[in-house]
């Protein structure tokens, strides 16, 4: 695999409801990621997030495998010759998820379903069922999370246990201190982390902005404004992820006591 990658987020806003506005609007922004290898886009992207029923979410949510905007983002990046990772909502027969997608040039190359819900999420999706999937891309490995898994810690080090060189988190934050987090999981996983968060305000709920990309050691390489369109991305070197030794003598996963941490499992 290679050492390097040129990776980074798109930040916008999407309109509840506008799916054809937030394509246009993701068409402009991806002319700027032109140089990228691997961008992330914020969590529901075509649809908007604070529906206002199960019916409205139903109504704006599309199957991957017949979607508009899945099949616009595989155009993108068969255009741009890059990997895109994107939130979308989900239908699949009469149940709806909060899922994420990964596509390149080639076309879809898996998804990812939310495992923890947040807020008013429990009134319209269902508990993500896939597992925390890795998908190796040549690149690099590539694992996905959603916004609110971003407390949860044992999901975060599970995709790095799987090989994970880079962690995509589309997002749409809420909590102001959320961003926070993301660097620690890098940091104490040795991955480099991508949270690409919307901003605005809809119907009452109030998006932080502030994407963010962190590296293994911990440190914050870009965060953008909370309040605007922003196109970022920087040059990773892979081996940095790939390298878990913390000191000659200490290794961040060999170092584990596995049969220490049974109380996880209650």
């Known amino acids: 695999m290679s050492n390097s990658i040129k990776a980074g987020f798109i930040q916008f806003q999407p309109i509840l409801g506008e799916q054809e506005t937030n394509i246009n609007k993701l068409s402009i922004l ?5 140089d990228a290898d691997l961008i992330v886009i914020p969590e529901l992207a075509n649809s908007g997030y604070n529906f206002e029923s199960k019916e409205q979410a139903f ?9 508009q905007f899945v099949d616009f983002l595989i155009n993108e990046a068969a255009k741009h010759n890059l990997y895109i990772v994107s939130g979308i909502n989900e239908r699949e027969d009469d149940k709806l998820y ?3 997608v990964l596509v390149g040039p080639e076309g879809l190359i898996g998804k ?3 495992i923890h819900l947040f807020m008013n999420e429990f009134d319209f999706f269902e508990k993500g069922n896939l597992g925390l999937p890795v998908f190796d891309i040549g690149i690099c490995k590539i694992g996905m999370l959603i916004c609110f898994d971003w407390i949860f810690p044992e999901v975060w080090r599970i995709l790095a246990l799987k090989g994970t060189d880079i962690i995509c988190h589309p997002s749409n934050l809420v909590l102001p201190y959320a961003q926070q987090a993301v660097p620690v999981h890098g940091l104490i996983n040795r991955t480099f982390n991508i949270t690409a968060n919307r901003y605005g305000i809809e119907r009452g709920f109030t998006f932080s902005g502030k994407s963010i990309i962190s590296d293994p050691y911990g440190k914050t390489l870009v965060t953008a404004s909370p309040d605007k369109d922003e196109v970022s991305f920087v040059n990773f070197k892979l ?6 030794n913390i000191t000659p003598r200490n290794h961040a996963f060999n170092d584990r006591f596995p049969s220490e941490y049974k109380e996880l499992l209650r």
């Open 239 to 244: 081996d940095e992820a790939r390298n878990k």
């Open 98 to 100: 909060n899922s994420s």
């Open 30 to 34: 991806l002319e700027q990621a032109n």
């Open 59 to 67: 109504a704006l949510s599309e199957k991957i495998d017949n979607s």
């Open 112 to 114: 990812y379903r939310k």
